[in-house]
């Protein structure tokens, strides 16, 4: 990611702290990528828990929670 999608990305969560709609919809980018994160490692034949929790411990530490704009919201 360069520097200044970096930037763009902390933009749009930091916006999305505030108002709903963008918080929708990084909520739901953010599951996306999850996502596809989960089915690269579930192809490698994990077990899907385990899948599942690398995928996120992968993602939440890309770019440190994306300079720490945000916290994540597990449901």
Do not use: C, H
């Amino acid at each position: 990611m360069s520097p200044s999608s970096l930037g763009t990305e902390q933009a749009i969560r930091a916006w999305g702290l505030n108002f709903q709609e963008p918080s929708k919809i990084i909520e739901d980018e953010d599951k996306q990528r999850i996502e596809y994160l989960f089915q690269l490692i579930l192809s490698m034949g994990l077990a899907e828990l385990v899948a599942l929790q690398y995928a996120r411990v992968i993602y939440y530490s890309r770019g440190g929670l994306f300079a720490q704009a945000v916290v994540p919201r597990f449901k």
